[in-house]
Each structure stands twice: as C-alpha cells, then as structure tokens.
C-alpha cells in the first residue's frame, strides 16, 4: 500500500502525526531546555519501532529525565534498569515464585514480570553489568517476548529500549561487544548544554515550578504510525544511495573507496535497514509523503557511528568514526 491520493487515511494519519510531533517536542521543551537533536533522533527511533544507545559525556545530563518525559507525553509505561555488576538476568525479566494455595495446599509456581514488561525502557549504564545479564535485554529487544523456565512471555507494544553508557568510567565495564551494538538502530551523542541553555536549566530546576504535562498520542496512535511508516514509498535512487554509503564503509576491494586504510570492519545490512526506515519516518514526521536523500543523510550519523570500527592505523592517525562518515559522505 502506498501514500497517495487514493488512500485518503494515510494521507490523513501523515497530517496527524507531523501534527502530535509538534506538540510532542512543545510538551517535552516544558521540561526538557535544548537537546532538539536528541530528540529528533529519538522520536524517529521510536515511530520507526528501533531502539536506541545514548552515550552521554558525564552523568547528570537529564538523560532519565527526558526518556521520562517521553514516556509521559506519549501515554506509555516506562520502566527504569540501573544495571550493576551484580545484576541478574531475572532482575530485567522476571522470576518464578512458589505459591501455596490457601485452601487445597498445593503448591504451584507463578511468573512474577520483570522492569522489561514496559513500553519505554530506560537501561541506565548498560556496560556496566556483565554479558550473560546485557543478552537477557538484547533478547527483549529483537524478539519482543522473554522464556522464563521453558514459558515465554509476550512484551506489550510498542516496545522501545534506550541504553545508556557512561564512556568516561571505564573501569569495571564491559563494553557491548559489535554484533550487540547492531541491534540498536541509533547511537546518539548527548552533549552539555550551551551557555545560555544552561542558564534555563538553572532557572527551572531551581524554583518550584512544576510542569503539567500533556498526555499526546494513545498506544494504539502510536502503533498505528509505526504501521504507517513501512507503507511510506521510496524512490529507487534513495535505497540505492543509502546502499552505497553503508557499501562504501566495508573493507572490500571492489568498493573503490580510499577509507579502506582506516576501517577494520564496516556496516552490515541492518544498517541500510535502518537507514531507510529512518528516511521514512523523518519525511512523514514533517508531514512529507517520501523521503529524499537528506533524509539519508540526516541518519548516517546516528546508523553508522556504533557500526564502523576505525583500525591501527585510523587510531595512530588519531581517525575516529566520526571523520570516516565524514569523509564517506563527501566520497
């Protein structure tokens, strides 16, 4: 199905939601001073049913705060991890108790849901625990259901993850290993605020000023618009620039491309994926009914910055992944 004038209610549902956009961001600046980016990338994350890594320079940049207030302004439950060294597989998914019955005493066991049975999921620090913990979230994500004890257990939708990482603590981490890192369709840099932004955020953190917040969008809305996006057409010069861009970030002889001296291992698939789907929900979220190749552009950042792995050499030169995307776009 496609976006045209004979079908009249997703032409209608694209005005309706480049419409609940607008009020989305008014509603969450109540509460959340700049970061505009973050937010774009977030959104699209979240219409577009990925999820999304935010690493964040230092703690205290209102990472659980925003990710709240989205929660809050999009009518969805949120539920917060703290992940530690000593946090266990069943404390994201659940457990089975023992119960006794009152009457017959017979004893039975019940599943007792875990912080993952929410629509929006804050993971605050996710290296910090260890592998087999991080894989019972990253299961959560790609198959939206968890098996506790041979049962498996369907998560509600939507379902969105938001990980965080503290890059400045290192010690005591274990880093997300790459073929986990895929699963996030955006890695998102927060930075600190400007100098006059952190002047609001002084003025409004420090008085009694409390924000009422707007619920915008139902669940069902929200779904709804999820649908909608893999509906959007595509023209074929898109998907192909998108194609080329994830191509051109492989170490592949026949690519003709002058970055293969700095990466060690490029973009998989899941990458064009995203950057596609991404392309889509930026158009309709501006209320357009295709996407264009800016659009591409406008995710090549947040798609690729988590997938390209600078080698030796990149890193004795001092090439980060940042200067290779730059450099593959003007290639």
């Known amino acids: 199905m496609e976006l045209n004038s004979t079908n009249s209610n997703d032409i209608e549902l ?4 480049n419409s609940s956009v ?6 969450i600046g109540k509460v959340i001073i700049g970061q505009d980016k973050i937010i774009d990338d977030l959104l699209v994350s979240i219409f577009a049913g990925g999820h999304c890594l935010l690493v964040g320079g230092v703690p205290g940049l209102a990472k659980t705060l925003l990710i709240k207030t989205l929660a809050d302004v999009l009518d969805l439950k949120f539920s917060r991890i703290q992940f530690t060294p000593d946090l266990m597989p069943g404390d994201i998914t659940g457990t089975e108790i023992i119960e006794e019955d009152q009457v017959t005493k017979k004893r039975s066991f019940r599943f007792i849901e875990g912080p993952v049975f929410a629509n929006i999921i804050l993971a605050d620090e996710i290296n910090r625990t260890p592998p087999k913990t991080q894989s019972a979230l990253l299961e959560a994500m790609q198959e939206h259901k968890v098996t506790a004890m ?15 990482q503290n890059p400045i603590e290192q010690e005591g981490t274990y880093p997300l290993p790459e073929a986990q890192l895929d699963r996030f369709m955006f890695n998102v840099w927060l930075d600190y605020p400007s100098y006059q932004e952190e002047i609001e955020i002084i003025k409004s953190t420090t008085s009694d000023y409390v924000p009422e917040l707007e619920k915008i969008i139902s669940r069902d809305e929200l779904i709804a618009f999820q649908k909608l996006v893999r509906r959007v057409p595509i023209a074929d010069n898109v998907i192909e ?7 051109l970030s492989r170490t592949e002889k026949d690519n003709g491309s002058q970055l293969n001296d700095w990466i060690s291992w490029g973009a998989g698939p899941r990458a064009s994926q995203y950057l596609v789907i991404a392309a889509k929900t930026r158009a309709i979220m501006e209320g357009r009914y295709t996407p264009s190749i800016d659009d591409i552009k406008s995710s090549l950042v947040p798609v690729l910055r988590h997938r390209i792995i600078p080698n030796f050499n990149a890193e004795a030169e001092g090439i980060t992944s940042l200067d290779i995307i730059s450099k593959l776009i003007e290639e």
Do not use: H
């Not at 694209?14 to 939601?17: E, I």
């Not at 041979?150 to 965080?164: C, H, I, N, R, S």
């Open 14 to 17: 694209v005005g309706k939601l």
């Open 241 to 247: 620039y998108a194609v080329k861009k994830v191509k």
């Open 22 to 27: 607008k009020k989305i961001k008014s509603e």
């Open 150 to 164: 041979g049962k498996t257990y369907q998560l509600d939708e939507p379902f969105f993850v938001l990980a965080t």
